[in-house]
């Protein structure tokens, strides 16, 4: 059986292997100049506080640096849409194009039973699946290591860019670490679950592909942020309100102090009392009509208003429970649906 | 007497609709048994079931003795031509052959290559670009190949030109005669059936109307006509398949196990073709129709 799913397996494997080829053949190319770039850049050899300038200016010039944002850009695209393609194009048509063709008479009526030919099926495909994913994930980890790295002396920068991103961030997290892994196995097991109820494989499919991308947005926004309640913490002094770790019209935190690689789930200014202040007191405005009265600037104006900033956030040495938690679902998931499969082709229901 | 199938009380429902409800039949082994009724009779039901693609709702079925598709072993003794003779279009001939192969661990290489070497088969060739003719007889070679106990075809040539069917019927009587084991195969034509079974079985509605062996089923069904009399005034050893009547004359197609001797009729000998319509398009009878077995004579 093992050779049988390989023989029906072949022509995918080889269009993901051939895909696999053309990445790495990218990363290749410019990996090294990337590498050479980060050892000539002043973070070589820094010292104390500088490195962490030193590391956002080399961040900084990479945004502009052709075609380092866009091959990073491509290779997360690749990452979060790999299980997808893999449940739709592998998954979906394993068991529906053999309703749809009629061949699961044919396949079902050797002799082998069918909850073997399933296991063996939804077995290798779903590791080759899962393979190719976290391939793809850790050719990119290696290719992003100087960027990885720089973010780690001087946190994400600039922000709103591709390098600005935490590693608890949505798309880092998503593929990096081990979550490539459930997604892509759950991905796959989506797919064929689907073929089985619907048994044609172009609409299971499409619904694969509408199921697969509404829990990759349901998990992100609604369960991950439960798993582990986040930290609270809050700030006062003159120092925050001045650096630029703030956004001045939302009066929301763009870092937690001491923490640069924190993910922050929520943030907002309070008042002495602990209420929220949703704008900065028209006396601490550089443009005040009272201005006269106006300490020297914002941060140590709004300081001696009893202003502090409340961030809640995720500290980055959750990661990997996040990565394991993360993974541990998806996984289950899949064997959830996996199990589906094989009560769906039990003889009883077909 | 052992039985290649044999099945009581057997029903299998989709949602609300029965597609066999209460069947019970017991087939004969070593037969070439032809199965025919009209469509949506549960021929094909009936087949799933006995090769273990299908487990019933309700009621049981047996195959060579045992239940169906009851781990590798029993699948091994039946070999199965489902319905348009599906394979995989894009796996070659040859890789076909490698699947049974694999998949069967009784394969009989040497018959599989030789058949395929005989039909004229590229084994290079994409079994989707297959006539259906090629197609049946490859998916026939991969069911003999296993080397079964028994053979289940189901409208195998249902689809196919008739010079296709000629040849897939004559592959048929060649493994037949070759290797004596038990086929049963369903059809809705007649024909097709006459030249290859030796025992029959008529299904409506998924109540077996008659089945006995083809030889004594033409001789104990006798077509009556002579002057217009009623049904109830047969001899009792007569049974009324199918009448017809004018003003002046009747016409009945009865089955007797002794000769008929009345004067007042000219007797004349059934077709097959004759019988099958005649048991296919017989009225429903409560009482009759849920007699539990039919007799099997022989």
Known sequence: ?350 | MSFVIEASGLSKQYGRRWALRDCALAIPEGKVVGLVGPNGAGKTTLLHLAVGLLAPTSGSIRVLGASPADGPAQLGRVGFVAQDTPVYTRLSVGRHLRMGAWLNPNWDKETAEGRIEQLGLDPRQRAGTLSGGQRAQLALTLAIAKRPECLVLDEPVASLDPVARRDFLSSLMEIVAAQGISVVLSSHLVADLERVCDYLVVLVASKVQVAGEVSELLSSHHRLSGARRDAGSLPANQEVIEESHTDRQSTFLVRTSDPVHDPAWTVRPVTLDDLVIAYMSRPADPERTHRPQLKVTS
């Open chain 1, 1 to 350: 059986m093992i050779r049988f799913t390989w023989l029906q397996f072949r022509v995918q494997a080889g269009v993901a292997l051939a895909a696999l080829a053309a990445f790495a053949a990218v990363l290749m190319v410019t990996g090294p100049h990337l590498a050479s770039l980060y050892a000539g850049s002043a973070i070589t050899g820094c010292r104390g506080g500088s490195c962490a300038n030193a590391a956002n200016t080399f961040l900084s010039r990479l945004t502009t640096t052709s075609p380092y944002p866009t091959v990073y850009e491509l290779g997360i695209a690749l990452v979060l849409i790999a299980p997808a393609i893999t449940g739709i194009f592998w998954g979906a048509p394993l068991i529906a194009r053999e309703f749809e063709a009629g061949t699961h008479r044919l396949a079902w009526t050797q002799s082998i039973t069918r909850t073997q030919w399933l296991a063996v099926k939804l077995a290798l495909t779903c590791l080759a699946a899962m393979a190719v994913t976290e391939t793809l994930s850790l050719m990119l980890a290696w290719w992003a290591d100087p960027i990885s790295k720089a973010i780690g002396i001087g946190g994400p920068y600039p922000p709103g860019s591709v390098f600005g991103q935490v590693r608890l961030g949505s798309f880092i997290f998503a593929t990096s670490g081990i979550t490539p892994l459930g997604y892509a196995a759950f991905g796959f097991a989506l797919g064929t679950a689907t073929g089985t109820f619907i048994r044609r494989a172009v609409p299971a499919m499409a619904v694969t592909l509408a199921i697969f991308a509404a829990v990759q947005v349901a998990i992100p926004l609604w369960v991950r942020p439960h798993l582990i309640p986040p930290n609270r913490t809050v700030v006062s002094g003159p120092s925050f309100f001045q650096a630029a770790s703030m956004s001045v019209g939302t009066l929301t935190a763009t870092t937690v102090p001491g923490q640069t690689e924190a993910l922050i789930v929520s943030s907002g200014a309070i008042n002495a009392s602990g209420q929220p202040v949703s704008t900065i007191p028209v006396a601490c405005l550089s443009d005040s009509p009272v201005k006269a009265n106006a300490p020297p600037d914002l941060g140590t104006c709004m300081a001696s208003r009893g202003i502090r900033e409340a961030i809640t956030y995720q500290p980055a040495s959750r990661y990997w429970p996040f990565q394991w938690l993360e993974t541990g679902i998806f996984l289950a998931l899949a064997l959830a649906l996996a199990g589906t499969c094989f009560w769906r082709l039990g003889r009883r229901r077909n």
